[in-house]
């Protein structure tokens, strides 16, 4: 009977064999000299080792766990190498792509090549997206929230009935 039971701490939902982690909310986070980021507490088990980190056309860090990153890596390896615009979204997701173990204390290492990419600095939002996470500068972030919620008026394509 309680071996359905899952661990006090993680979200998700249960498949047919395993708990498929979502992830959900924004954390500020801060990067440290060294330029590593603690993960918050309560997405350290969940997330697992290692993580999978990379480079987002939008400007941020996108951080999966590796089972998560594994189907989204498959299809980006079948671009079309000739279509000029997918090439640059392969050499993006699978040229920054670096796997990394977090530490004892729950740290990651952004490389100097992901902080430049995303012009992280010290403060940081850390933004759940379901399966994977986007880390943010807090000013870019800032900017961009701005910028999508002031044109609130009108929904994106394809969700013109959706509601709150």
């Not at 993960?39 to 697992?48: C, E, I, K, M, N």
């Not at 400007?59 to 089972?67: A, H, N, R, S």
Request: net charge positive; charged share 25%.
């Amino acid at each position: 009977m309680w071996q359905n039971v899952e661990k006090s701490g993680t979200k998700g939902h249960r498949t047919r064999d395993r708990v498929e982690a979502t992830f959900h909310g924004a954390a500020v986070i801060t990067l440290d000299a060294k330029g590593r980021v603690a993960v918050p507490t309560r997405h350290r088990a969940a997330l697992g080792k290692p993580l999978v980190l990379t480079a987002h056309p939008d400007g941020c860090v996108l951080m999966y766990p590796l089972t998560e990153w594994e189907p989204v890596r498959a299809r980006v390896s079948g671009f079309p190498s000739f279509d000029p615009k997918a090439s640059w979204w392969k050499r993006l997701l699978l040229g920054f792509e670096e796997h990394v173990e977090p530490d004892g204390s729950g740290r990651i290492l952004l490389s100097p090549a992901l902080r430049q990419h995303a012009k992280l600095q010290r403060d940081a939002m850390m933004v759940g997206q379901g399966h994977y996470f986007e880390i943010w500068d807090s000013g870019v972030w800032a900017a961009k929230l701005d910028q999508a919620l002031s044109g609130a008026g009108a929904p994106p394509a394809g969700m013109e009935n959706f509601s709150l």
